[in-house]
Structure formats: structure tokens, C-alpha cells
């Protein structure tokens, strides 16, 4: 059973920057994907960002040149830059590993709790 733990979220004005991490207790099997997915209230899940078995990466049309997803497999730790934060940013955000590799949540295995991303405007 895998855990996933994100650490990283805040507050932020507008036009500021955070860094999101994603602790899993386990070596990631390499036929899963990792991804970053976000909720804000009243709306659906999302995708955010996506790295696919093969080294590549997806990202949602409205947080491309803004957000970059990486990983260390050595920490067993993905991570979330985000850059020029919008207003619509504001979410609370989940890692999710799972052979979907795509922006459907239901593809993915596991979760982690979330951590919470508000940007002021």
C-alpha cells in the first residue's frame, strides 16, 4: 500500500510562487503514473500536471509556462513548481499515482490528503 504525502501549500499573493511536494512511502511501481490534480469548492477534480511512465509530461492548458512537474526518485518525491500564481489558482491540491497516466481521476490508485493553495488577488 502506497502513501502519499503533500507538503507545500500557503497563501500567496497574486503573481507569487510555491512549491509543492509529495512524499510516497513506497517506490512508485513503473508501470504507474504521477500526477497533480486540484479541487476548488463547488467544482470537479482536476488535472494539473501529469508525468507519464515514460519520463513525459502533460499539463492543463491554463497552467502551461506557469507550473512545472518534476521528480526525485531517489526521495521518492514528486513535486509541483508553480510560478505567477492566478486568483484561479485557489485549490486544494492532491498527488494521485495510478495507470491512467491522463487527467481522469478515477484512473488513479492512490491519493494523498491534499494541501491547500490560496492565492489573493
Known amino acids: 500500500q502506497v502513501q502519499l504525502v503533500e507538503s507545500g501549500g500557503g497563501s500567496v499573493q497574486a503573481g507569487g510562487s510555491l512549491r509543492l511536494s509529495c512524499a510516497a512511502s513506497?517506490?512508485?511501481?513503473?508501470?504507474?503514473?504521477m500526477a497533480w490534480f486540484r479541487q476548488a469548492p463547488g467544482k470537479e477534480r482536476e488535472g494539473v500536471a501529469v508525468f507519464d511512465r515514460f519520463g513525459g509530461t502533460a499539463y492543463r492548458e491554463s497552467v502551461k509556462g506557469r507550473f512545472t512537474i518534476s521528480k526525485d526518485n531517489a526521495k521518492n518525491t514528486l513535486y509541483l513548481q508553480m510560478e505567477s500564481l492566478k486568483f484561479e489558482d485557489t485549490a486544494m491540491y492532491y498527488c494521485?499515482?495510478?495507470?491512467?497516466?491522463?487527467?481522469?481521476?478515477?484512473?488513479?490508485?492512490?491519493w494523498g490528503q491534499g494541501t491547500q493553495v490560496s492565492v489573493s488577488s
Open positions: 513506497a517506490v512508485i511501481p513503473t508501470t504507474y503514473c
Open positions: 494521485a499515482a495510478g495507470i491512467g497516466c491522463n487527467f481522469t481521476p478515477m484512473n488513479y490508485n492512490y
